[in-house]
């Protein structure tokens, strides 16, 4: 089993930052692709940011240049640095990675998910 847990989630004010992190463990093989996706009510999960194996990246057009993701492979971390934040950022973000485990099987991972609020 893998599990992946984020942290860093929270209120800003618009206009402001913050930086979200997810860490995976269990039974792991290799990683492939690692990343951030987001959830608003009644609408369907969509990609906000993220990075494969190679180091390529994909973004969400309404986050480009505004939020950056990176990755450490040696300690199988994911985080998401949020800048200039807006109340339409406000959802959970979740982080997802595309896992091979010790038993060469590969699956799709999901953290449980972490509140972001962006109000003044």
């Known amino acids: 089993q893998v599990e992946l847990v984020e942290s860093g989630g929270g209120l800003v004010q618009p206009g402001g930052s913050l930086r979200l992190s997810c860490a995976a463990s269990g039974s792991i093989f290799s990683i492939y692709a690692m990343g951030w996706y987001r959830q608003a009510p009644g609408k369907e999960r969509e990609l906000v940011a993220i990075m494969h194996s190679t180091g390529s990246t994909n973004y969400a057009d309404s986050v480009k240049g505004r939020y950056t993701i990176s990755r450490d492979n040696t300690k199988n971390t994911v985080a998401l640095q949020m800048n200039s934040l807006k109340p339409e950022d406000t959802t959970v973000y979740y982080c997802?990675?595309?896992?091979?485990?010790?038993?060469?099987?590969?699956?799709?991972?999901w953290g449980q998910g972490t509140q972001v609020t962006v109000s003044s």
């Open positions: 997802y990675a595309q896992v091979r485990d010790t038993s060469s099987r590969v699956h799709p991972s």
